[in-house]
């Protein structure tokens, strides 16, 4: 590629002002500017293409409300009520707390679409939970709730998982049935490595429920429960689309937490506006950002090229998928996650499909790998909010996370190259693919 | 002038949240209508739409703050004090001027956009569209507000590492 095209320039300008910190929206839009300038189109494209692109994603609107519903159903008496269920369940286990941990994100799982929300809600409780009478060291708790938020994403509903379902066209209900499996995968393989560490390390345990206080503990619970299980019904009964069913569990969890629990009052409902508006701005700049730059790739032909490039080399799909993810894991270290999709995603997708990977299939072990990127140092986000929120090193906190990071990479080599474990679920739905 | 300021801010906060607020109770009525009543409705998705896009590009111009943003600042961080005002200084430079640079021929895409109307609420284009002038010219007096304090030898805030990022 010649070094001084007006492309080559534009991504050079893009790198270089990201990494001199003007915020990655504005820097791909001012890159793609500088292309269209020197390129000698009409500069007015950029403007075009973001507020197009913008108006016509009709899918896009799942994610502020995903993260609207996340926001009512992160109040402290739900997440208390959530958490004695989970400790009725598997509190009575060798490192109890720590196993509650992993089931309280399986369950928030299907309640929020972030890691970051799952780690803003319960992150603080599990934590001083964890810590108390020195039961667990504090690097432990917060490696542990770094590694379990890990699986909101995954489970559905999942913000990467729409993002992704905008740049591959893929149906998101699909997208989201595949993310089930690979969610409890990661969930099974980290109680797994908890059970192990626990044996050696002498965890604590808790004293158990007794059974006849379990159906009084779960009816407790049942109210918040009781949401994955709507949002899914609706998707998949057909009744509405993956969109509107995000607006009717946002107002589920609405009623459930300002009628039920009365957990939320005026004042917080105003606030829980407020927060989700502040970060569906913060990831609507980056879509917008990226539109315009994606605007430029298709102009350039760049994943044509790259998919031609690539075919010479006559790839397996299971070499691609291979080295694809340690591309992603590499590049999950330092980019910003949902940089990564907006950008580098679709460009390896022409060549996936080329070669006969299921885009259902790439998508979710894309975003996997994307989210093990969030608990991987240096750049792991994850890790800084859990510094943050338990105030331990975070030299302390990759030690102990680092074993963690082994059994999630090796569900993530099972689940690349065990496709049937994705697309089980999807299939059984109807997904041809 | 700073009072003003943070009064301003805090009405577009809650112009934000207004928007947010509007989406979902125009979702939440197109559901009810279409399933309850058997009557689909086209204007609440419209609706939806435009909060969307309004909100994305009100919120980047008057809402965030600058260490909402996402960005990446491993490079930033590592620097000294003198390396991260001549990063910022180039930075803030390179933005205001090309979207100085692309801000006649946007004027006249959106001015253009006159002619067509949204389907159902009939909302011309233009005035839909002018969002991005209004996002555009206030990024550009952001930077240059920027630019005038980093030229003083003054340092941009501290960028806090947990909001940097959109949070997956």
Not at chain 1, 117 to 146: V, W
Not at chain 2, 9 to 21: D, K, Q
Not at chain 2, 91 to 101: E, F, I, K
């Amino acid at each position: 590629m010649n070094p001084t095209s007006p492309f080559s320039l534009a991504t050079l300008a893009i790198v270089v002002l990201s990494l001199f910190g003007l915020p990655i929206g504005h820097a791909m839009i001012a890159g793609s500017v500088l292309y269209l300038w020197m390129a000698g189109l009409d500069m007015g494209t950029a403007a075009e293409q973001l507020l197009n692109g913008m108006y016509t994603s009709y899918v896009l609107l799942a994610i502020p409300l995903f993260i609207l519903a996340a926001e009512f159903m992160n109040s402290g008496s739900i997440m208390d009520r959530l958490l004695r269920f989970c400790n009725a369940l598997v509190g009575r286990w060798r490192g109890g707390l720590a196993h509650v941990n992993v089931v309280q994100s399986i369950i928030f799982a299907g309640m929020s679409g972030s890691a970051l929300a799952d780690a803003a809600g319960s992150g603080k409780i599990m934590q001083i939970l964890m810590t108390k009478d020195g039961k667990y060291t504090p690097a432990f708790a917060a490696a542990l709730t770094a590694a379990s938020s890990v699986i909101g994403p995954i489970i559905p509903p999942s913000i990467p998982l729409v993002i992704y379902a905008l740049v591959s066209d893929t149906s998101i209900g699909y997208l989201f049935l595949g993310g089930v499996v690979p969610g409890l995968l990661l969930g099974f393989a980290q109680m797994a490595l908890i059970a192990y560490t626990a044996r050696r390390r002498n965890f604590p345990v808790e004293p158990p429920v007794p059974v006849r206080e379990l159906p009084r503990v779960a009816w407790q619970a049942f109210p918040a429960l009781m949401m994955p299980v709507i949002l899914l019904g609706l998707m998949y009964s057909g009744v509405t689309t993956p969109t509107e069913a995000a607006a009717a569990a946002a107002f589920y969890a609405l009623l459930v937490s300002a009628l039920v629990y009365r957990s939320i009052g005026w004042r917080d409902f105003h606030q829980s506006l407020m927060n989700s508006a502040r970060m569906t701005i913060s990831i609507g700049m980056l879509i917008a950002g990226a539109i315009v730059f994606n605007y430029v790739i298709t102009v350039e032909n760049i994943p044509k090229t790259i998919s031609a490039v690539l075919k010479a080399y006559e790839l397996s799909p299971f070499t691609f998928l291979l080295l694809a993810n340690l591309l992603l894991l590499v590049l999950g270290c330092f980019l910003e996650g949902t940089t990564i999709l907006l950008i580098i995603v679709p460009v390896m997708l022409p060549t996936a499909q080329a070669l006969g990977v299921d885009p259902v299939h790439f998508g979710v072990v894309a975003v996997v790998n994307i989210m093990i990127g969030l608990i991987t140092p240096p750049y792991g986000l994850l890790l800084f909010m859990m510094v943050k929120i338990a105030d331990v090193p975070l030299k302390d906190i990759v030690r102990d996370i680092l074993p963690f990071l082994g059994v999630m990479i090796a569900a993530l080599a099972l689940i690349t190259f065990v496709p049937e474990l994705v697309l089980f679920l999807p299939r059984l739905f109807g997904y041809q693919g | 002038m700073r009072a003003v300021g943070a009064w301003l801010r805090r009405r577009a906060e809650n112009v934000a949240a207004a928007m947010i607020g509007v989406m979902f109770v125009a979702f939440i009525i197109q559901i009810v209508f279409r399933y309850l009543f058997n009557f689909p409705i086209g204007w609440s998705s419209e609706l939806t739409v435009i909060m969307w896009l309004w909100l994305v590009l009100w919120g980047a111009a008057f809402v965030v703050r600058e260490s909402d943003e996402i960005r990446f600042d491993l490079l930033s961080g590592a620097m000294g004090k003198r390396a991260r005002i001549a990063m910022g200084i180039i930075t803030a430079v390179a933005l205001v001027v090309l979207y100085a640079a692309s801000f006649p021929a946007t004027w006249k895409y959106v001015t253009f956009m006159k002619v067509e109307r949204t389907a159902y609420l009939g909302i011309r284009f233009d005035w839909l569209f002018s969002i991005y002038l209004a996002f555009a010219a206030a990024v550009i007096v952001r930077y240059l507000w920027i630019l005038s304090h980093l030229l003083r030898g003054e340092e941009p805030e501290q960028v806090d590492l947990t909001k940097s990022s959109s949070g997956l």
